[in-house]
T-cell receptor, first 114, second 115 residues
Framework: AQSVTQLDSQVPVFEEAPVELRCNYS??????LFWYVQYPNQGLQLLLK??????LVKGINGFEAEFNKSQTSFHLRKPSVHISDTAEYFC????????????FGRGTSLIVHP | KAGVTQTPRYLIKTRGQQVTLSCSPI?????VSWYQQTPGQGLQFLFE???????NKGNFPGRFSGRQFSNSRSEMNVSTLELGDSALYLC??????????????FGEGSRLTVL
């Protein structure tokens, strides 16, 4: 069975600083990987996804993530954050050929301080 | 293209009551999934419906049920509400077939408070 671990429940940073949100997954087969963002009182919105090909994936709002198969990781990065990036971020994994139902991590709260 | 619509957005119930939540998926999407989101447990998968049939089910008690109609709209019902059912209930739609990857399109959720 697949599982996702988001190592940090909360990440505080100052505006314009770089940030990395960590995600590790556990799966015995190939995977699809996703990062979603949730702003207060809203649903989840897809930031980016890895399906195959290049291990560096670029998403919306200047975010990118790198798939590392050997370390089973899919860390999310942004070189310079804004106040508006304050939100909850969820990593998710699904297994092609299976049910495709994604498993979500518990989320990382990114708090950007001025 | 309209997004996923959930109603109601907010509701308050008392213990022992039941509640029905509604979800209209993106046009053309045949799969609807439901998730429960709480601060302590994160996002927990409830069930998924595809073409009016429950295709996948999470680990929730039988008090939680759902259905899907021929137009792909879905409802979920929680009977005999408990305080622990207070949560944000998220609906997500997807094509459910073809090049489906597991990517989900979420609604804004229905926030249920049980008193």
């Amino acid at each position: 069975a697949q599982s996702v671990t988001q190592l940090d429940s909360q990440v505080p940073v100052f505006e314009e600083a770089p940030v990395e949100l960590r995600c590790n997954y556990s799966s015995s087969v190939s995977v699809y990987l996703f990062w979603y963002v949730q702003y207060p009182n809203q649903g989840l919105q897809l930031l980016l996804k890895y399906l195959s090909g290049s291990t560096l994936v670029k998403g919306i709002n200047g975010f990118e993530a790198e798939f590392n198969k050997s370390q089973t990781s899919f860390h999310l990065r942004k070189p310079s954050v804004h106040i508006s990036d304050t939100a909850e971020y969820f990593c998710a994994v699904s297994e092609p050929g299976g049910s495709y139902i994604p498993t979500f991590g518990r989320g990382t709260s990114l708090i950007v301080h001025p | 293209k309209a997004g996923v619509t959930q109603t109601p957005r907010y509701l308050i119930k008392t213990r022992g009551q039941q509640v029905t939540l509604s979800c209209s998926p993106i046009s053309g999407h045949r799969s609807v999934s439901w998730y429960q989101q709480t601060p302590g447990q994160g996002l927990q998968f409830l069930f998924e419906y595809f073409s009016e049939t429950q295709r996948n089910k999470g680990n929730f008690p039988g008090r939680f049920s759902g259905r899907q109609f021929s137009n792909s709209r879905s409802e979920m019902n929680v009977s005999t509400l408990e305080l622990g059912d207070s949560a944000l209930y998220l609906c997500a739609s997807s094509p459910g077939t073809g090049t489906f990857t597991g990517e989900l399109f979420f609604g804004e959720g229905s926030r249920l408070t049980v008193l």
